[in-house]
């Protein structure tokens, strides 16, 4: 049989403008430019040409559960938006061969004004449902939101959490072979996720149905997908069965020998706070290796260069699994006020401890992280830069554990005996 | 080709052809419909008045222009029409025509989550947005109705053609209603020269004054706006006043297939960035 998505070195371009300050076009600055266009027959505006994708080249088979994973600006959103016939491909083509249904979004075309019911047909009627089509589900898609209560009620009084459920009801009651979905379920709580998670794995159990997911979550893209696609610079870095490869790889894992981040290009960014480097270090000072003991005391060490201060200046790092699962976040901040560091502008180094003995062994990513509290993010979580280690052994100075244990973590915590006094 | 699960199958390239997009029109046509009932949801959800709205405006604009140029100029009207009436059965197609082409040139913009998050005809955005300018052109046109009731007119029998004239309307808003909202995506300074076109429109029409006044040298150049045929028609329709107006809405006529190929042919060009650039 025919593979149901056929892609043949594909590719997407886009132009980045750099001459002005907006992003879109304006009619005032293309009057500006005419004479000169006429005369010198061509402009001072810069345009980047830069391709989000390129060279993608993939065959999806029918029942395929299909994980794509990369880091921001991977291209794993163009890959979807193309997919979704929402932009066309620059070069190459792909083939479809069953009808697409995709949800980039949740709710999209929901109004806040009109009601849960209107909404759903609607939102519906946008995704490529007919009339028929949605009143047949309708039943099912309100039971499956547990909204029923509520179907009359304008959406903008909604929770948040009732919003997403019944969006995605929505889309999840689509007719379609492939179904496209991307970022969206990390709004909404963790229990819906899983219940969303799981009707999504039943409708490619059961009906074949073939599913392409993006998601930072490699839990969830584990216990769905049995294909994994990784994405780097616009291009597929690795195809495979095996999705604990490819999620290790993308985490970062394997290659460093060094728990270390060093900045390549710190002239070009434009942040108030630039993140120089990131190390793991070793008591005396030294850069730690890339695999560390569980017992040894090591120091996170954050290089910044401070360009303005400002006193909702807040930075650490977030500490997360090999699955994606978020551990802890530390910040400067996170004690009295006259205690925190005193920053001044300038290269700066900052340290504080890794806890020892908490972690279990495995492999972490340690992600740097910066904002004004309160009001804006510098480098939000996802997109700040990354340092990887594993812990290995030095677990416990116990003769009877040995091995890594069961349970995210593994602290070592002390017993006493306690006296009780007999009633 | 058609696939065993019957669908067909679906190449995506660069510059893919035409006619699946005209498919894809005719598949996706429910949504045009749901698109419009959405617009007019909402804004009768949102506005106190609601449908009051679409009655009101007319009337009010027809009672200060009734005062400036009859009471005040003191122009004539046409034969024995009461002038009001006349001016109203002009404002009907020109508030169709004017509320069309502006909130179809807003429309992409206004849903512009709807054009980077999902794939459909984007066409059909500007074309909901004239359905529901036809609504409120409905509404108008009961208002008339009732109008002439009051002052003692009795319809004549070319009323009929009042629905092939707004039909011509809605046409004659459509093609540069296209360019417009194109030309909105791509350049965002532009949406302030739409309601000064509206605007400035209004007054190269006959609305507050009758075209009999025109003098008859300048008759032709002043029938080149296509919106003088289509005036004059409805106050032909709908109160007798002259003859049917065979050239000028030959024009009108010309001018909008004239312009919806043309702005079709730009809508369609452009089409394909509007995700990357909205």
């Not at chain 1, 270390?260 to 290009?265: G, L």
């Not at chain 2, 302030?192 to 190269?204: E, N, T």
């Amino acid at each position: 049989m025919l593979p149901i998505i056929s892609i043949r070195d594909l590719g997407k371009k886009y132009r980045i403008r750099h001459q002005s300050d907006t992003p879109y076009r304006t009619l005032k600055e293309d009057l500006a430019q005419l004479p000169r266009r006429i005369f010198r027959g061509k402009t001072d505006e810069i345009v980047e040409e830069y391709w989000a994708l390129k060279e993608v080249s993939l065959e999806i088979e029918q029942g395929d559960r299909v994980g794509i994973i990369g880091r921001n600006g991977a291209g794993k959103s163009t890959l979807l938006k193309l997919l979704s016939q929402i932009t066309e491909p620059s070069k190459g083509s792909i083939i479809l061969r069953g009808r697409v249904a995709s949800l980039l979004e949740v709710g999209t075309g929901f109004h806040p004004e009109l009601t849960g019911r209107e909404n759903v047909f609607l939102n519906g009627a946008i995704l490529g449902m007919s009339r028929g089509e949605v009143k047949r589900k309708f039943d099912e898609i309100v039971a499956f939101a547990a909204i029923e209560r509520f179907l009359d009620t304008p959406v903008k009084r909604y929770s948040s959490g009732m919003y997403v459920r019944l969006a995605f009801a929505v889309a999840a009651h689509l007719e379609s072979e492939v179904l496209v979905i991307d970022e969206v379920l990390s709004v909404g709580d963790a229990e819906f996720q899983k219940k969303c998670l799981g009707k999504v794995e039943g409708v490619s159990r059961q009906e074949g149905r073939t599913i392409l997911f993006v998601s930072h979550n490699m839990n969830a893209i584990q216990t769905l997908c049995n294909r994994a696609v990784r994405l780097e610079g616009g291009s597929v870095a690795r195809d495979t069965t095996d999705i604990r490869l490819a999620t290790h790889d993308y985490l970062g894992f394997g290659a460093a020998r060094f728990a270390t981040w060093r900045n390549p290009a710190p002239s070009s960014s434009k942040l108030p706070v630039v993140p120089l480097g990131l190390h793991l270090h070793t008591n005396d000072d030294q850069v730690a290796p890339a695999i560390v003991t569980n017992d040894e005391p090591l120091w996170v060490v954050v290089d910044i260069e401070l360009k303005a201060l400002d006193p909702a200046l807040t930075f650490g790092y977030a500490l997360h699994t090999e699955d994606g699962q978020l551990l802890y976040c530390s910040y400067q901040t996170d004690c009295r006020e006259v205690d925190w560091p005193r920053l001044s502008k300038g290269t700066l180094r900052l340290k504080t401890p890794l806890p020892r003995r908490l972690l279990n062994e495995g492999n972490y990513r340690l992600e740097f992280m910066s904002r004004f509290h309160g009001r804006q993010w510098l480098t939000p979580p996802g997109s700040g830069p990354t340092m990887c280690f594993s812990v290995q052994g030095g677990l416990c100075d116990s003769p009877l554990w040995q091995e890594r244990r069961p349970g995210i973590l593994a602290p070592v915590l002390p017993w006493y005996l306690a006296t009780v006094e007999s009633p | 080709m058609s696939l065993p699960n019957g669908h067909a199958e679906v190449i995506i390239k660069a510059g893919a052809g035409d006619q699946k997009y005209w498919q894809d029109l005719w598949r996706y046509r429910e949504l045009l419909f749901i698109l419009a009932w959405r617009e007019f949801a909402v804004r009768y959800k949102q506005t106190a008045i609601g449908v009051a709205w679409a009655a009101l405006r007319p009337l009010l604009t027809m009672a200060v222009l009734t005062l400036v140029f009859s009471v005040l100029a003191g122009l004539p009207s046409d034969g024995d029409t009461p002038y009001p009436l006349m001016v109203f059965a002009g404002m009907l197609p020109w508030y169709f025509f004017s509320s069309a082409l502006t909130s179809a040139s807003d429309s992409l913009i206004a849903n512009a989550s709807l054009v980077s998050k999902v794939y459909f005809p984007r066409l059909l955005v500007p074309a909901a947005t004239i359905a529901v300018a036809a609504v409120d052109f409905g509404v108008a046109l009961g208002v008339m109705l009732l109008l002439m009731f009051a002052f003692h007119v009795l319809p004549p029998i070319q009323i009929l053609a009042v629905l092939p004239l707004a039909l011509l309307t809605a046409l004659l808003a459509l093609g540069p209603g296209l360019a417009l909202c194109a030309l909105n995506v791509t350049y965002r300074d532009f949406r302030f020269v739409v309601p000064f076109i509206a605007q400035f429109g209004m007054y190269l029409c006959p609305i507050g004054f009758s075209s009999s006044i025109v003098p008859e040298q300048f008759k032709l150049l002043f029938e080149l706006n296509p919106m003088v045929g289509i005036i004059e028609g409805f106050r032909w329709a709908l109160l007798g006043i002259g003859a049917f107006p065979a050239r000028s809405l030959a024009i009108s006529l010309l001018s909008a297939v004239l312009l919806i190929y043309v702005g079709l042919r730009f809508f369609r060009h452009t089409e394909r960035t509007f995700a990357d650039v909205i």
